[in-house]
């Protein structure tokens, strides 16, 4: 998985009006090897960044994501759960599920510098409210890497299909969430998974277990806005992802889930 951002940056902090380092970056850069002022200029981690090639992209992460709903569904304690606490669960797991998905699918993906509003568009964008332009939603090429670290991290551990599946289980019983109404039911099905996957492992396997839950961590740590915008975004837009879930969550069973 590569980034795929050309280094380089103009009229940032690090550079003059013409495009030329600016006289205190080039002192203070002056024990850096020729060339590396501009490969490491900081600016080029806060560049906004787009999928390379989003139709083939956005097609495997909505696949990964219907699968994911789909094992969600399909786990009975889940269901028996009170209706306000399955919405919570899933609010709050559905990154790291789908990231696991990608991990298990091995989807990869590259990113490119995203284009530049119009000036046209900076205009009709300036007399809008905050409230209908989010700042700050465009994926950046310094989250973008932590994200590929996150997933080249578990690629590594080369996790079994049984792994996979008590991991997810581990994962969608969270009992620290807010608001749930049957937490402690949800913690005991936690446990269960976390024995269940402990048990998958050999007694010197043991550090494996902790790498394994440690990486899961990782996961949750990654941005819902993160994914959304960079996987999602293209196809449904401005539309709310948490409705989209819900909606997927409680579909009739044998209707066609959204696409």
């Given at each position: 998985?590569?980034?795929?951002?050309?280094?380089?940056?103009?009229?940032?902090?690090?550079?003059?009006?013409?495009?030329?380092?600016?006289?205190?970056?080039?002192?203070?850069?002056?024990?850096?090897?020729?060339?590396?002022?501009?490969?490491?200029?900081p600016c080029r981690q806060r560049r906004?960044?787009?999928?390379?090639?989003?139709?083939?992209?956005?097609?495997?992460?909505?696949?990964?994501?219907?699968?994911?709903?789909?094992?969600?569904?399909?786990?009975?304690?889940?269901?028996?759960?009170?209706?306000?606490?399955?919405?919570?669960?899933?609010?709050?797991?559905?990154?790291?599920?789908?990231?696991?998905?990608?991990?298990?699918?091995?989807?990869?993906?590259?990113?490119?510098?995203?284009?530049?509003?119009?000036?046209?568009?900076?205009?009709?964008?300036?007399?809008?409210?905050?409230?209908?332009?989010?700042?700050?939603?465009?994926?950046?090429?310094?989250?973008?890497?932590?994200?590929?670290?996150?997933?080249?991290?578990?690629?590594?551990?080369?996790?079994?299909?049984?792994?996979?599946?008590?991991?997810?289980?581990?994962?969608?019983?969270?009992?620290?969430?807010?608001?749930?109404?049957?937490?402690?039911?949800?913690?005991?099905?936690?446990?269960?998974?976390?024995?269940?996957?402990?048990?998958?492992?050999r007694p010197e396997?043991?550090?494996?277990?902790?790498?394994?839950?440690?990486?899961?961590?990782?996961?949750?740590?990654?941005?819902?806005?993160?994914?959304?915008?960079?996987?999602?975004?293209?196809?449904?837009?401005?539309?709310?992802?948490?409705?989209?879930?819900?909606?997927?969550?409680?579909?009739?069973?044998?209707?066609?889930?959204?696409?």
């Amino acid at each position: 998985m590569s980034a795929g951002v050309d280094g380089g940056c103009e009229r940032c902090r690090c550079h003059g009006r013409d495009g030329h380092p600016a006289i205190l970056y080039t002192l203070l850069s002056q024990e850096l090897q020729p060339g590396a002022a501009r490969q490491r200029c900081p600016c080029r981690q806060r560049r906004a960044v787009c999928l390379r090639s989003p139709q083939l992209t956005c097609r495997a992460a909505s696949h990964v994501l219907l699968k994911t709903i789909s094992f969600v569904r399909n786990v009975a304690a889940f269901r028996l759960l009170p209706r306000e606490d399955q919405l919570l669960l899933l609010d709050s797991c559905w990154v790291p599920l789908f990231l696991l998905g990608l991990v298990q699918d091995v989807v990869t993906f590259e990113v490119t510098e995203a284009p530049a509003p119009s000036m046209l568009k900076k205009i009709l964008l300036s007399g809008q409210s905050k409230g209908q332009e989010p700042e700050g939603t465009q994926p950046t090429l310094a989250a973008v890497q932590r994200l590929q670290g996150c997933l080249n991290s578990f690629w590594r551990l080369d996790l079994s299909p049984s792994e996979f599946t008590y991991l997810r289980g581990a994962i969608l019983f969270n009992p620290d969430i807010p608001g749930l109404r049957a937490a402690p039911r949800i913690q005991s099905l936690q446990r269960e998974a976390q024995r269940a996957l402990r048990e998958l492992l050999r007694p010197e396997q043991q550090e494996r277990f902790s790498d394994i839950l440690r990486l899961s961590s990782s996961l949750g740590s990654v941005p819902a806005a993160l994914v959304t915008a960079l996987f999602f975004q293209p196809v449904i837009g401005g539309a709310a992802m948490g409705a989209l879930l819900a909606e997927m969550l409680f579909a009739v069973p044998g209707w066609p889930l959204p696409r």
